[in-house]
């Protein structure tokens, strides 16, 4: 755990690796991306849920 969230980290894919932001903040910065990370998330829960 952190006192704040890094500005960037770090995801690798195979030998690749790229900076990106929090999920956190691309939700907040971004009304589109943050419409479609809740749009998932709630998917999720309704498929835990009849599973």
């Known amino acids: 755990m952190c006192d704040e969230l890094p500005e960037t980290i770090e995801v690798r894919h195979g030998d690749r690796a790229y900076q990106v932001v929090p ?20 998917r999720q829960r309704q498929l835990a849920s009849d599973g």
């Open 23 to 42: 999920l956190v903040e691309l939700e907040l910065t971004e009304p589109h991306a943050g419409e479609l990370l809740r749009r998932y998330r709630a």
